[in-house]
């Protein structure tokens, strides 16, 4: 009735204590569909420790196949005393990079501005390939005036899927929509991105629209706009 599941390292709540809250972990796994292998089981005394391999979607979505770690469980008459799972540095490495990358899309979407520089480094710098200058930009004051403070001006939203994560790098595709481009009769722009996330942060952080031929078309319409709106000042 008094065991205690852990997960070092991993988000909270990762300290489940007692049957109720244990089973609130595993209803959660439930409905995350998560499958897990174990090997190389070894034995001492009361304690088990073993190999374990775990798949989610919770860890899909955040660009991640599986978590690789290690298990260690003591059984006390026949039952689980205490059960805990400590990912290897390399998976630690794969759920904090997947992990800012979702939680900076969830304030970037909220227009926060506060929250989405905190994802930052002071000296990050963002890089958008194929749109106009300034289009290379670094550190916190650049990225606010020149990429924040105008999406968030034109209620811009950023749809991530296909999340991957290789490292400290993560890569995704979006839907990128924008009033602006709803008033030019176009839904939405697909995009690629990638960042590096260390410690935490994003030092660098890149979004190229996809295919460039998107961003040609954008400013032809515009431009077209632009010339009959004109015409009609005449």
Known sequence: DDA?????????????????QIRTWQE????????????????????????????????????????????EAVIQGGKFKSFTYTPNQESLAKLEAGSVIAAFHEALNAHSMDATLAFFTDD?????????????????????????????????HVEVRNLQVAGDKVTWK??????ILQKLGIASLDAMGEAVI?????????????????????????????????????
């Not at 409905?31 to 979607?57: F, M, P, Q």
């Not at 710098?125 to 924040?148: E, H």
């Not at 979006?174 to 009033?179: G, H, V, Y």
Request: hydrophobic letters at 40%.
């Open 174 to 179: 979006a839907k990128c929509s924008a009033d």
């Open 28 to 71: 959660m796994e439930f409905a995350n569909k998560s499958h897990i292998e174990g090997s190389n089981l070894r034995v001492a005394g009361d304690k088990l420790t073993w190999t374990l391999k775990g798949s989610s979607n919770f860890f899909r979505e955040l660009g991640i196949d599986s978590v690789d770690g290690t298990a």
């Open 198 to 234: 260390k410690e935490g942060k994003i030092t660098s952080f890149t979004a190229a629209i996809f295919p460039p031929e998107s961003l040609v078309t954008v400013s032809l319409i515009t431009a077209l706009q632009e010339g009959a709106n004109a015409h009609k000042d005449i």
């Open 4 to 20: 205690v599941v852990t997960f070092p390292g991993q988000p909270p709540p990762n300290v489940f204590t007692g049957k109720e």
């Open 124 to 156: 990050a710098v963002a890089n958008f390939p194929g749109q106009p200058p300034p289009n290379v930009l670094t550190g916190k004051k650049q990225i606010r005036t020149g990429w924040l403070e105008i999406d968030f001006a034109i209620n811009s």
